[in-house]
């Protein structure tokens, strides 16, 4: 079961643009949804960096109160009496408000990505020339650093895919031995002398498919550097490998506009399509472990959750046609 | 004076040990009068230091330290009933299921521990605003549905269930 977000610190934000985020979600909720709400709702997401962060939020904490057994835990809190008198403490609750309350703001994952020195947006692709001459390709809803040193040649995934056509280091020389090529995650480091490789940010591990050459992963908490080549794959966490299988492309699928999807978990999936879908997608945590295989036109995301419906036991519902949930499918 | 003298001198007077020290017994016993078992007075006890350390700055200014402990105890074992009766309404609506729901006892503390906490964001809120909220994001109803339920028109409703959402996803979490 997926963490919930309750217990993270709410991002801290004016009460106006709370107010607004509860209410376009009341409006996208809304059966029938108003006529043009999807215009409007995405022109306030863009009109400030502090909307798209609120419904960040709203979105987190969507998905937290999925992952609750729906009947039990709403029946739960409802025969309960509503709760007495805890005003008592409010002196000291106030006390408490304190400490952190800024601190959680910019951990949200769009305002990281706003912040990166290299970023995406829905269904757009670039592609860079870093200033070793490897190339960097960024996927859809991406986000990356470049901290580059006389030491060392390292890149920061904050979010989303990078392929990686590394160029020699130009540094190298007599007596100078060259830099590796290094991207870092939220699991570890993947660290290359020479290679065409793709590194994804998944929400609890690391995908790394190697299409030329070789890497080394590095999880943050293994002592071990595990070697991974050329037509191969690999997801790892801070631990260490969790599971490698031969890889058939020659070049990330989104590159060419396929999702591309080897026995892959339906989370990690749709993590990879909602970089490509118009208005919000958000899933149940109870569907995110089935596995799905398959290659899927990116173009046409619909298409694909149609084609996700038909394959497993999950039941994909439009909002208004602007915002779509994959739950389990119900009797 | 010698650095061990000078360490033990400092923990000496730091506030916080010393209120422990003098008070500890005496807010265990007010504890134990109140729930009627040692080991949860003790837990209890504990918790209510853990929030002085919260906020150790007040803590030598306190005129009655005992008035201040018996404060933070109260809003401790407040919580402590509530669990305990969040944790009874969701056994029993878990045994109310038509069919066994599957239910590792891992995921059953997880579920109890969000119960807990939406129920503390939910705090403050008038019943009918609480049950909007529930119905609405919890069971999944339309919002007509919801309105129907609480007898109210779909734009009272909406205005409910929007109030609830804000409070429940902006509040700043208290420990």
């Known amino acids: 079961m997926a963490s919930l977000p309750f217990f993270a610190q709410a991002p801290d934000l004016p009460d106006s643009v709370c107010r607004q985020a509860a209410q376009w979600l009341v409006e996208l909720q809304a059966e029938p949804a108003a006529p043009g709400i999807e215009a409007r709702w995405r022109a306030w997401r863009a009109a400030d960096p502090l909307h798209e962060r609120a419904w960040q939020r709203v979105e987190a904490c969507l998905r937290g109160l999925d992952s609750l057994p729906p009947r039990v835990a709403a029946g739960a809190l409802s025969a309960l009496p509503a709760p007495g008198r805890r005003r008592a403490a409010k002196a000291l609750a106030v006390l408490a408000l304190g400490a952190g309350s800024g601190a959680a703001v910019m951990q949200t994952s769009a305002g990281r990505r706003w912040r990166a020195d290299h970023h995406t947006a829905t269904a757009q692709h670039r592609r860079l020339r870093l200033a070793d001459d490897s190339l960097v390709t960024l996927d859809a809803g991406s986000a990356m650093d470049v901290l580059f040193t006389d030491a060392r040649r390292r890149l920061r995934l904050v979010e989303g895919e990078i392929f990686v056509e590394s160029a020699p280091d130009p540094l190298a020389g007599p007596g100078r031995t060259p830099r590796p090529l290094e991207v870092l995650t939220k699991q570890g480091l993947v660290r290359t002398a020479g290679a065409r490789f793709s590194v994804r940010q998944l929400r609890d591990s690391t995908l790394v498919c190697v299409f030329n050459g070789a890497v080394e992963l590095c999880p943050a908490e293994s002592a071990v550097a595990l070697p991974l080549h050329g037509g191969q794959q690999a997801y790892f966490d801070r631990a260490g490998l969790q599971r490698s299988q031969a890889l058939a492309q020659r070049a990330p699928g989104w590159t060419h506009g396929m999702l591309v999807a080897d026995d892959m978990r339906l989370g990690d999936f749709l993590d990879m399509l909602a970089a490509y879908h118009r208005g919000g997608l958000s899933w149940s945590s109870r569907v995110e472990d089935l596995r799905i295989s398959g290659t899927y036109p990116l173009a046409d995301t619909e298409a694909v959750l149609r084609a996700v419906q038909a394959l497993l036991p999950v039941q994909v519902r439009g909002y208004a046609g602007l915002w779509t949930r994959v739950g389990p499918r119900r009797a | ?175």
Not at chain 2, 9 to 23: F, G, K, M, N, W
Not at chain 2, 89 to 96: M, Q, S
Not at chain 2, 121 to 148: I, T
Request: charged residues 25%; proline residues 7%; hydrophobic residues 45%.
């Open chain 2, 1 to 175: 004076m010698p650095d061990a003298a000078k360490a033990a001198a400092t923990i000496d007077a730091c506030p916080v040990d010393q209120l422990y020290r003098s008070h500890h017994g005496w807010l265990q016993s007010w504890l134990y009068k109140r729930l009627g078992s040692r080991p949860d007075a003790a837990d209890l006890a504990q918790d209510t230091f853990v929030r002085v350390l919260g906020h150790p700055a007040i803590v030598p200014e306190l005129a009655e330290p005992r008035a201040f402990l018996a404060t933070l105890a109260r809003r401790v074992l407040s919580n402590f009933h509530r669990r305990r009766q969040i944790e009874q309404a969701y056994l029993e609506a878990l045994a109310a299921q038509p069919e066994a729901v599957a239910c590792s006892p891992e995921d059953r503390a997880l579920v109890l521990e969000a119960l807990v906490e939406i129920d503390r964001l939910l705090d403050g809120l008038p019943g009918p605003v609480r049950r909007a909220f529930l119905l609405s994001q919890l069971d999944g109803l339309k919002q007509a549905e919801v309105a129907a339920r609480l007898g109210v028109s779909l734009p009272t409703a909406k205005r409910y269930i929007a109030r609830a959402v804000q409070q429940c996803f902006f509040a700043v979490s208290r420990p």
